[in-house]
């Protein structure tokens, strides 16, 4: 390409047959030592570099959104879930309101020679090049990584790892991107490592390192490197190692910002041991705190959360709603920037350009930018023996329809508008509104569920949606459900822990369970014993996609699960429960052994 030229001046890494590998890169531009430092070709670009503070950058980036499971898939693009990116992915993040996208990478498979080169296809550097100037084009910025190579080459927590071998690797990694990207405009920055694993503090130093070895890299690669914004991270990309253990770069020179990522509590975001709840005053305080101890550990450095989310598809709606409102103003509160990531089956459906969930994005875009959301209120108690959800108007089916009262959080805003498809509601007359809830009228819901109360397998599902209108943020849109106790069509059988075990069932409501448990013949909970401890709605339950998952006519057990149950050797029973959750609401099957 013109305007960049690159001058060989010395071999690459005659200094890494050294015994004294921590000197190898020298900690400055300009530092020499007994060792030789390499000299490197430099990078010249056409054109200027429009200089922004890491302050600035962090600033305009929020909030942001991840191309997840793209570049960053095992082996390469298209191999997990998504097919590989368009220019219109881009296009919808834009609408939606996001700043800026990460664009993470998996590189492990895109060498095509060993060390010391560790040459990277130059094919896969162009279409990261491509995929970064897509984005470039719709105004974003760009985070663009090392991304699950940290579980693979790069792994140095490892008891065999090679430590020596993994710097050198990673220098010339960063410094062929360094080299590819070298002229791309200030909108982009570089984060080095994706959640390096590790659990010591001597993990740590080596990560504290290998930020050094990464900004060397870069600035030897040239061009505009030296100025561009990069987002550093600490062990685990996470709060606690993060907070504990990680250093800046001594005579660092690069603007820089600290990124980490986001997802606690574990239970609820991953959808473990039937935790469908979130919103107490402890959950609220945990999220603060969590938050405010980065901000605490690092009160002068431009802080980004480059990855948090909860799931559409696992976790309960009016929960999630309310975890997203309070994670963004939290986040604001502490100065702190956000990227969700998206990992193209959970928010959105690139196929079709839909956000699965538009009115939790609504509410993340309204707390953005200040305004206060009313949320429906869902239990908060997890020593409950049923809960509610107000995203919801459950009604079950071959009953009566009844007046439905809806607690609801409104923070002083008022409700000015309620519609159902064209039907604009009649305030008093189809609903009413008191300080803390909404009912809607038996006639109103009669509407959706009338047609077939006696005749209700037809209309099974989701019977139709009301959207609320506030005197000021996010639109919420509640789901008018009519609902059963879901059916199994096959009841037992034989364990099997060969492979996953597909169960027929017909979804009675929503189509997904809120929970599944397990429990033994002799009264004993199958795995995570401790869950005894838990609440009635958590005792005993499993978790999501590591032991069941489902689709629309399936209830699926992972292998993992039907291994239990071969090492109990004891009859399981399984149990299937729906949403809402209350008593009764839940089908069985039995796992039998021999
Ligand atoms: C340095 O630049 C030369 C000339 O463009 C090129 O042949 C060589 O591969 C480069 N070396 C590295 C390590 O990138
Ligand atoms: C950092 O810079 C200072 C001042 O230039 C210098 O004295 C020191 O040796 C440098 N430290 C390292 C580790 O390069
Ligand atoms: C810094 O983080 C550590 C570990 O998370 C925490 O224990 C400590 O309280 C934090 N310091 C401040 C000043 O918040
Ligand atoms: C937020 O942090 C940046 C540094 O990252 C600082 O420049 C800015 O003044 C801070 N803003 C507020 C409101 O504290
Ligand atoms: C139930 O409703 C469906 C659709 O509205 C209709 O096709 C069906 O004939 C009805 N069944 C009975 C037994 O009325
Ligand atoms: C499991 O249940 C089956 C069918 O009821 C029974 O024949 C078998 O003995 C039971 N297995 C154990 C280990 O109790
Ligand atoms: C399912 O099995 C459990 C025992 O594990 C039992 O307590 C419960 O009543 C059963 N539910 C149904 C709907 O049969």
Redesign the pocket.
């Known amino acids: 390409m013109r305007g960049i030229s690159l001058f060989v001046l010395a071999p690459f890494f005659i200094g890494f047959s050294s015994s004294q590998p921590h000197e190898v890169y020298p900690r400055a531009r300009g530092t020499t030592g007994v060792l030789q430092r390499q000299i490197v070709n430099s990078t010249e670009c056409p054109g200027t570099f429009e200089h922004v503070s890491?302050?600035d950058y962090?600033?305009a980036s929020d909030p942001g959104w991840n191309l997840g499971n793209t570049l960053d898939a095992i082996q390469t693009e298209g191999d997990w879930n998504n097919p590989k990116v368009e220019s219109v992915t881009f296009e919808d993040a834009r609408a939606a309101g996001f700043s800026s996208v990460r664009i993470p990478v998996t590189w492990a498979y895109h060498f095509i020679t060993d060390g010391p080169t560790w040459t990277v296809d130059p094919d896969w550097l162009q279409r990261v090049s491509d995929v970064i100037d897509m984005a470039l084009s719709y105004g974003f910025y760009v985070i663009t990584n090392v991304h699950h190579d940290s579980w693979n080459w790069y792994d140095f927590s490892k008891p065999d790892a090679d430590v020596q071998m993994i710097e050198e690797k990673f220098y010339r990694l960063w410094y062929q991107i360094g080299v590819k990207l070298a002229c791309k405009s200030s909108k982009v920055a570089f984060e080095p490592i994706n959640e390096p694993p590790g659990s010591t503090s001597e993990h740590a130093a080596q990560q504290n390192r290998m930020n050094e070895i990464f900004l060397k890299a870069i600035q030897d690669a040239g061009g505009f490197n030296a100025q561009r914004v990069v987002t550093l991270v600490g062990l685990g990309e996470d709060t606690i190692k993060t907070s504990q253990w990680f250093k800046p770069p001594m005579n660092i020179s690069n603007p820089w910002a600290l990124q980490y990522h986001y997802y606690s509590p574990y239970d609820f975001i991953f959808g473990a041991w039937g935790k469908t709840i979130w919103g107490s005053e402890a959950d609220i305080t945990a999220l603060e705190s969590d938050i405010a101890n980065v901000r605490n550990n690092f009160t002068?450095?431009?802080?980004i959360i480059g990855e948090w989310s909860a799931s559409p598809i696992h976790t309960e709606t009016a929960a999630r709603w309310k975890f997203y409102d309070h994670f963004i103003r939290l986040a604001k509160k502490y100065?702190t920037s956000t990227m969700l990531w998206d990992n193209g089956a959970d928010q959105l459906d690139r196929t079709v350009h839909i956000w699965r969930d538009p009115v939790a994005i609504d509410v993340l875009m309204s707390a953005q930018k200040g305004e206060v959301n009313s949320l429906p209120d869902s239990t908060k108690d997890a020593a409950a023996e049923s809960q509610f959800s107000s995203a919801f108007l459950f009604h079950h089916a071959g009953t009566m329809p009844t007046d439905q009262k809806l607690p609801f959080v409104f923070n002083g805003n008022t409700l000015d508008k309620v519609t159902a498809g064209s039907i604009v509601l009649e305030k008093d007359w189809d609903y009413f509104v008191a300080s803390d809830s909404i009912t809607f009228k038996s006639n109103f819901v009669s509407n959706f569920v009338r047609p077939s109360w006696n005749n209700f397998t037809s209309s099974i599902g989701i019977a139709g949606g009301i959207v609320l209108s506030f005197s000021q943020g996010a639109d919420i849109c509640l789901r008018i459900v009519q609902w059963d106790t879901p059916t199994l069509l096959e009841t037992t059988s034989m364990v099997d822990a060969s492979e996953d075990l597909y169960i027929p069932i017909s979804w009675k409501g929503l189509s997904k369970p809120a929970a599944v448990r397990a429990m033994k013949s002799d009264g004993g909970i199958l795995v995570d014993d401790w869950t005894q401890w838990l609440g009635p709605l958590q005792r005993g339950r499993l978790t999501f996609d590591s032991h069941y998952n489902w689709d629309s006519a399936h209830l699926i057990l992972r292998r993992s699960l039907l291994e239990s149950v071969v090492n109990s050797g004891q009859n399981v029973t399984i149990t299937v429960e729906g949403f809402p959750r209350v008593p009764g609401n839940e089908a069985n099957y039995t796992l039998t052994v021999v």
């Open positions: 890491a302050e962090v600033a002068q450095v431009p802080l100065n």
